[in-house]
């Protein structure tokens, strides 16, 4: 079973900020937080990853509280090419397990 | 990144046929590949784990004779779906965890998606 839990769905006006929450309050302490989207019909991305501090790259800043229960991505300029489905994974680094998924938060970005 | 590829990216088949798809990593060595099924509106599901030069791990409820997975060398896995039927049809996902370079990131490849008629 996933061990995050995401709202099912958000809008976000196009050109603004989207804020995407995750919720993996049993997240253990070698457990990194990554994000993933889904556009449609297409594998999932890679979008970014973090431990415990905020991280920030070309596409994405992620935001995890400081007692890592929570998180939140933050794309800063939405776009329509920014309308997928997201998903947010706990998963211990520099080993072979696999990534478990969620069922994610469909995003759609609105002109 | 490191880029993970299938093919074919999609196919149709008839009742009854077997049916294989690729899965390569492209510029990274993978000891380990994952393969994820994806029915319409839903999330991935693992499948099973591809280890190089053993045996899968599958997992349950996926029946290991159906869906047969080979990992012949380090940048190529294949998943044969044998005596396909309709309800195998689905969007078939493979990745791959990139281990010799930090920060070891799984890549997804762009997925298959299988009609059976």
């Known amino acids: 079973d996933a061990k995050t839990t995401q709202p099912p769905s958000m809008d976000c006006a196009e050109g603004r900020a989207a804020n995407l929450p995750c919720n993996h309050s049993?997240?253990?302490?070698?457990?990194?937080v990554y994000w993933y989207r889904q556009i449609h019909s297409q594998g999932p991305q890679y979008i970014i990853h973090g431990l415990k501090n905020n991280e920030t790259n070309e596409m994405a800043s992620l935001i995890i509280t400081e007692d890592r229960k929570s998180s939140t991505l933050i794309l800063p300029h939405a776009t329509l090419r920014d309308t997928a489905v997201y998903y947010c994974?706990?998963?211990?680094?520099?080993?072979?397990?696999?990534?478990?998924f969620g069922a994610g938060t469909r995003l759609t970005v609105k002109p | 990144g490191a880029v993970v590829s299938q093919h074919p990216s999609r196919v149709i088949c008839k009742s009854g046929t077997s049916v294989k798809i690729e899965c390569r990593s492209l510029d990274f060595q993978a000891t380990t590949m994952f393969w994820y099924r994806q029915f319409p509106k839903q999330s991935l599901m693992l499948m099973a784990t591809?280890?190089?030069?053993?045996?899968?791990?599958?997992e349950q409820g996926v029946e290991k004779d159906k869906f047969l997975i080979n990992h012949a060398s380090l940048t190529l896995s294949t998943l044969t779906v044998t005596s396909a039927h309709p309800e195998d049809s689905s969007f078939y996902i493979c990745?791959?965890?990139?281990?010799?370079?930090?920060?070891?990131?799984?890549?997804f490849g762009p997925g298959t998606r299988l009609t059976v008629t």
């Open positions: 994974i706990v998963s211990p680094p520099y080993n072979n397990n696999d990534m478990r």
């Open positions: 990745s791959a965890r990139d281990t010799s370079h930090p920060p070891y990131e799984q890549y």
């Open positions: 591809s280890n190089e030069g053993s045996k899968a791990t599958y």
């Open positions: 049993t997240i253990s302490g070698n457990e990194y």
